[in-house]
């Protein structure tokens, strides 16, 4: 039976991809927070010899990146390189899940090849791991898939994001008051996401990168409006007008490689995500 490592097992993602993994005949390793600092290369010697690794592990909220980029670099790109020694050493193919990269693109939807852009320390320190994991394989034959899902929801999202923070409002049953009503994501569902890695697994050997997504996007505005026909709401919503630093105003995958090498292309609309959403909570 093959062996998979999923660091940040117990994460947001981290539970949905180890039960894909295990519904698809893996034999799986959970790493989780109390195993220890994954930029550590002491952490990773406790591990036992695997055929893969999906290093989930890693700090993804953007906000808080501006306030400590220094930690979201150290255990960002010091965590994926862990892991690529850790492959390197026992000849394990790498699954590493990057991030949108490709800032404001000048073409949607955006293809693997768009220049990539870090507009944020988050995604510089996605940027460098990259760049890390294209070296490694080059120099030393490191099998890496790197994936890059766009904006990732579903059940266990910590509650700073934008869907919790607005099911929390819509739960209390008051008013919905976001900062901007039309930055415009691809909305994938972490189910979808979960199932991507999962084929990814099964990626040829080498450098392979894969955009995640709907290849759609959806203004805040419109997310809210699904959001409430799918709970039976109609709360008013407004917005404070706040724009975020370097915010982008539209994200749109390109997921054409991802289904043609991959095999993979979501089941989930938006609205059938929401509707998934609310089944589980």
């Given at each position: 039976m093959i062996k998979v490592l999923v660091t940040g097992a117990s994460g947001f993602l981290g539970p949905h991809l180890v039960l894909a993994l295990r519904a698809a005949g893996y034999d799986v390793i959970e790493a989780r927070r109390e195993s220890g600092d994954i930029a550590d290369p002491a952490t990773w010697k406790q591990f036992p010899k695997v055929n893969a690794v999906v290093h989930l592990a890693g700090k993804s909220f953007v906000p808080e990146s501006?306030?400590?980029?220094?930690?979201?670099?150290r255990t960002n790109l010091g965590g994926a390189v862990q892991a690529m020694e850790y492959c390197r050493t026992h000849g394990a193919h790498l699954v590493y899940p990057s991030s949108y990269m490709y800032g404001d693109a000048v073409v949607q939807p955006s293809a693997e090849s768009s220049p990539l852009v870090a507009r944020n320390?988050?995604?510089?320190?996605?940027?460098?791991?990259?760049e890390t994991g294209a070296?490694?394989?080059?120099?030393?034959?490191?099998?890496?898939?790197?994936?890059?899902?766009f904006n990732i929801y579903g059940p266990g999202q910590s509650e700073a994001f934008l869907v919790p923070t607005i099911l929390n409002q819509l739960t209390a049953g008051k008013a919905i008051r976001v900062q901007d009503l039309e930055p415009r994501r691809d909305y994938v569902y972490v189910v979808d996401v979960a199932e991507a890695m999962v084929k990814a697994l099964s990626a040829p050997r080498g450098l392979r990168v894969f955009n995640i997504g709907s290849g759609t996007s959806h203004s805040v505005g419109e997310l809210i409006n699904c959001i409430q026909e799918v709970w039976g709401t109609r709360l008013p919503v407004?917005?404070?007008?706040?724009?975020?630093?370097?915010?982008?105003?539209?994200?749109?995958?390109?997921?054409?490689?991802?289904?043609?090498?991959?095999?993979?292309?979501?089941?989930?609309?938006?609205?059938?995500?929401?509707?998934?959403?609310?089944?589980?909570v």
């Amino acid at each position: 039976m093959i062996k998979v490592l999923v660091t940040g097992a117990s994460g947001f993602l981290g539970p949905h991809l180890v039960l894909a993994l295990r519904a698809a005949g893996y034999d799986v390793i959970e790493a989780r927070r109390e195993s220890g600092d994954i930029a550590d290369p002491a952490t990773w010697k406790q591990f036992p010899k695997v055929n893969a690794v999906v290093h989930l592990a890693g700090k993804s909220f953007v906000p808080e990146s501006w306030q400590v980029p220094d930690v979201f670099v150290r255990t960002n790109l010091g965590g994926a390189v862990q892991a690529m020694e850790y492959c390197r050493t026992h000849g394990a193919h790498l699954v590493y899940p990057s991030s949108y990269m490709y800032g404001d693109a000048v073409v949607q939807p955006s293809a693997e090849s768009s220049p990539l852009v870090a507009r944020n320390p988050y995604a510089l320190s996605k940027k460098l791991a990259e760049e890390t994991g294209a070296f490694y394989a080059e120099r030393f034959g490191l099998a890496i898939t790197i994936l890059r899902p766009f904006n990732i929801y579903g059940p266990g999202q910590s509650e700073a994001f934008l869907v919790p923070t607005i099911l929390n409002q819509l739960t209390a049953g008051k008013a919905i008051r976001v900062q901007d009503l039309e930055p415009r994501r691809d909305y994938v569902y972490v189910v979808d996401v979960a199932e991507a890695m999962v084929k990814a697994l099964s990626a040829p050997r080498g450098l392979r990168v894969f955009n995640i997504g709907s290849g759609t996007s959806h203004s805040v505005g419109e997310l809210i409006n699904c959001i409430q026909e799918v709970w039976g709401t109609r709360l008013p919503v407004s917005s404070d007008g706040v724009r975020r630093k370097d915010e982008i105003m539209d994200t749109v995958a390109d997921i054409t490689q991802a289904e043609q090498q991959l095999g993979w292309k979501p089941r989930f609309t938006l609205r059938q995500g929401m509707e998934a959403l609310r089944a589980a909570v």
